[in-house]
């Protein structure tokens, strides 16, 4: 697939690039509830408008008086990626690895900032530098997929989903990734199967939930999105994802438009 007729599918199906760029390295620490920062009892994902507004304050007054603390940075800038504020996190995870050269998690969470940010060559060097062949690390496979979907190397990127899965079996993160993947490609069926199997996990959170949601909502299958939505999300969220999802709908001939001529020039060329 060119990077043009990428560049069309992801402008069709915006939502997909952005849950790559924040669930690629998701872990627990994603969840507001570490000692040393500001507690929180929502897990990020699942925050409103004003609760994300309100925790990326408190966060930013935390990590203004602890600048190189990696826990409230690591946190700070997760919250400022929900809010689409990319440059800003990227600049706060700069701060953090200096303080922290050698700390993977640092590291990982570095790449994800450069790859929201849209340096995703930057980020592919980061995460590499990151990982030890003699210790691997499944976030960091993870992680990597993600930067490689979004530089449309989907075969790649899918040998790297099933290597963090070796070592760590049905994650449900790693699924989600795998199954957006397919998504990014045009195999719906696919990505539904790898969905479906991560939302059935321990730990599956809101985000697996939503893709799986787009993912049938793509298809058709817009009621049964609909229901899904909603008791995944508040009453505002919900109302802006179905309004998303009808978009999508409205447009789903152009996306197998152009998922049927990339496969003619592949089989032409």
């Known amino acids: 697939m060119t990077q043009h007729r990428r560049l069309q599918i992801l402008a069709t199906a915006g939502l ?62 997760n919250v400022l990626m929900m809010q689409g504020r990319n440059a800003q996190a990227l600049a706060v995870m700069q701060q953090v690895a200096i303080a922290n050269p050698t700390d993977r998690e640092v590291l990982a969470a570095l790449g994800k900032a450069q790859a929201a940010a849209g340096q995703l060559d930057k980020a592919l060097g980061t995460i590499n530098r990151a990982q030890t062949p003699d210790r691997p690390d499944w976030r960091l496979y993870s992680a990597e997929g993600a930067v490689l979907d979004q530089l449309g190397r989907s075969d790649e990127a899918r040998g790297r989903y099933r290597m963090a899965l070796q070592i760590q079996p049905n994650d449900p993160s790693v699924l989600s990734n795998l199954g957006m993947s397919y998504v990014l490609t045009g195999d719906l069926k696919t990505a539904e199967t790898y969905l479906r199997q991560a939302q059935q996990q321990p730990g599956a959170d809101s985000r697996v939930r939503q893709n799986l949601a787009l993912v049938i909502g793509l298809q058709g299958r817009f009621q049964e999105a609909e229901q899904m939505a909603a008791q995944e999300l508040n009453p505002q969220q919900a109302a802006a994802n179905l309004q998303y999802l009808r978009g999508m709908l409205s447009q789903q001939n152009s996306w197998q438009q152009l998922a049927s001529e990339d496969k003619s020039k592949k089989k032409n060329g």
Not at 33 to 60: F, H, Q, W
């Open 16 to 77: 997909v690039l952005a849950v790559l760029a924040t669930s690629g390295c998701s872990t627990s620490r994603d969840r507001l509830t570490t000692g040393s920062i500001p507690t929180m009892n929502k897990a990020v994902d699942s925050m409103s408008e004003p609760e994300l507004a309100r925790a990326a304050d408190s966060m930013g007054q935390a990590y203004d008086r602890k600048p190189k603390d990696r826990s409230i940075g690591l946190s700070y800038a």
